[in-house]
């Protein structure tokens, strides 16, 4: 079964506004990470945060992680329209073969 | 710098046919991954190379699935016979070695099987 579940499935906001999506795990891991997808293209890279680190900043996206609680939080601030992707958490799990465990996904839908 | 480079972007065939996708990873990136992505899911590893080595294939359904990277550059991922259930995007996805925590995805081949 996937590492991470994505909590909610999907979120629709108002430009402007901030988004919030959530992660869980289930086992120890190295890094957490978070990617987009925008409909029908690849996974890009959002950004990563160790296991020994509890809050990172890039840009607009600041992301905390609650390793007691198995948890990770993604919020997007100042919302665009161009922010309308799917969201997937990744983990590395501790011992894995340099491997990425996917969530399921937050479909964000930004209104204009 | 090119992204990663996958062909074909889309593909439809009848179960128990035959398809290969291809996939060109960046430049100087040693390891390479194939991902199924089912619609509303999250990708799933397939099978992760180090060069031209298999690091995991432990999720690779092997009856039908197989892929190689001969020459430790571009890679072939192909299913014979396909079955329904495979209709799915694939992903091929290349990170450095040194720097193998953040992957870079190419647009995804998106396989239809009627």
């Known amino acids: 079964s996937q590492q991470g579940e994505e909590d909610p499935q999907a979120l629709s906001i108002q430009e402007g506004e901030n988004a919030t999506m959530n992660c869980s795990y289930k086992t120890s891991i190295n890094n957490l990470q978070w990617y987009r997808q925008n409909s029908g293209r690849g996974l890009v890279h959002l950004i990563l945060i160790r296991s020994n680190e509890r809050e990172k900043h890039s840009g607009r996206l600041r992301v905390t992680l609650d390793t007691s609680k198995k948890s990770s939080s993604l919020l997007i601030t100042a919302s665009r329209a161009a922010d309308t992707a799917s969201y997937f958490c990744?983990?590395?799990?501790?011992?894995?073969?340099?491997?990425?465990?996917f969530g399921s996904g937050t479909q964000l839908t930004v209104l204009p | 710098e090119a992204g990663v480079a996958q062909s074909p972007r889309y593909k439809i065939i009848e179960k128990r046919q035959s398809v290969a996708f291809w996939c060109n990873p960046i430049?100087?990136?040693?390891?390479l991954y194939w991902y199924q992505q089912i619609l509303g899911q999250g990708p799933k590893l397939l099978i992760q190379?180090?060069?031209?080595?298999?690091?995991?294939d432990s999720q690779l359904p092997k009856d039908r699935f197989s892929a190689e990277r001969l020459k430790g550059v571009d890679s072939t991922l192909k299913i014979q016979p396909a079955k329904l259930e495979d209709s799915a995007v694939y992903l091929c996805?290349?990170?450095?070695?040194?720097?193998?925590?953040?992957?870079?995805f190419g647009p995804g081949t998106r396989l239809l099987v009627l």
């Open positions: 990744a983990t590395v799990y501790s011992g894995s073969a340099r491997q990425l465990t």
């Open positions: 430049s100087g990136h040693a390891t």
């Open positions: 996805a290349s990170s450095l070695a040194a720097r193998w925590e953040t992957q870079y």
């Open positions: 190379f180090q060069n031209n080595g298999v690091v995991d």
